[in-house]
T-cell receptor, first 111, second 111 residues
Framework: ETGVTQSPTHLIKTRGQQVTLRCSSQSGHNTVSWYQQALGQGPQFIFQ???????GRGNFPPRFSGLQFPNYSSELNVNALELDDSALYLC???FGTGELFFGEGSRLTVL | RKEVEQDPGPFNVPEGATVAFNCTYS??????FFWYRQDCRKEPKLLMSVYSSGNEDGRFTAQLNRASQYISLLIRDSKLSDSATYLC????????????FGKGTMLLVSP
């Protein structure tokens, strides 16, 4: 157990809908990173939050957005869902640039 | 050229065999290197960091070759429980802990 919890674990949406995924970081960690893992692929970096500010972003469109809260938990929001957004969304927490600890992920299916 | 490349496999080996995976990275400024293990439909878990001097943890040995820009993972005396996907990951920017993953190499150990 890493102490990183994500919700929901599974969800199904239709094209055009919006989704919010949540992540509670491990106690003592101040940095949260989000990754998307499509089937058969490695995780792809979406963005990172440090002290409630976006601290780096991968090659994802603006319809992928996020938040970090004062307690360091985080949300990932995806608007205007597309079929290709179907993936496992992984949250990882760390203390600064230290080791990343991954949650079990949220599996999103877009129909 | 992809930033981190791995042979996707699968590698099918009998119990007790020795198996080696390689991973190449394109950014010569890469700072840190890791091997993660990912079980089917689960989150990645850190297997080991890879140091310039090489490092060993039980049956697992990791090596880094900066000149040729590759890292390797050697598993000796394979166990059935070693069956998983092994992800190579690289941190290219020391400013924040953003991992760039390869697609992973699948290992299947059979009785």
């Amino acid at each position: 157990e890493t102490g990183v919890t994500q919700s929901p674990t599974h969800l199904i949406k239709t094209r055009g809908q919006q989704v919010t995924l949540r992540c509670s970081s491990q106690s003592g960690h101040n940095t949260v990173s989000w990754y998307q893992q499509a089937l058969g692929q490695g995780p792809q970096f979406i963005f990172q939050y440090y002290r409630e500010e976006e601290n780096g972003r991968g090659n994802f469109p603006p319809r992928f957005s996020g938040l970090q809260f004062p307690n360091y938990s985080s949300e990932l929001n995806v608007n205007a869902l597309e079929l290709d957004d179907s993936a496992l969304y992984l949250c990882a927490s760390s203390f600064g640039t230290g080791e990343l600890f991954f949650g079990e992920g949220s599996r999103l299916t877009v129909l | 050229r992809k930033e981190v490349e791995q042979d996707p496999g699968p590698f099918n080996v009998p119990e007790g065999a020795t198996v080696a995976f390689n991973c190449t990275y394109s950014n010569s400024a890469s700072q840190s290197f890791f091997w993660y293990r990912q079980d089917c439909r689960k989150e990645p878990k850190l297997l080991m960091s890879v140091y310039s001097s090489g490092n060993e943890d039980g049956r697992f040995t990791a090596q880094l070759n900066r000149a040729s820009q590759y890292i390797s993972l050697l598993i000796r005396d394979s166990k059935l429980s070693d069956s998983a996907t092994y992800l190579c990951a690289v941190i290219s920017n020391s400013g924040y802990s953003t991992l760039t993953f390869g697609k992973g190499t699948m290992l299947l150990v059979s009785p």
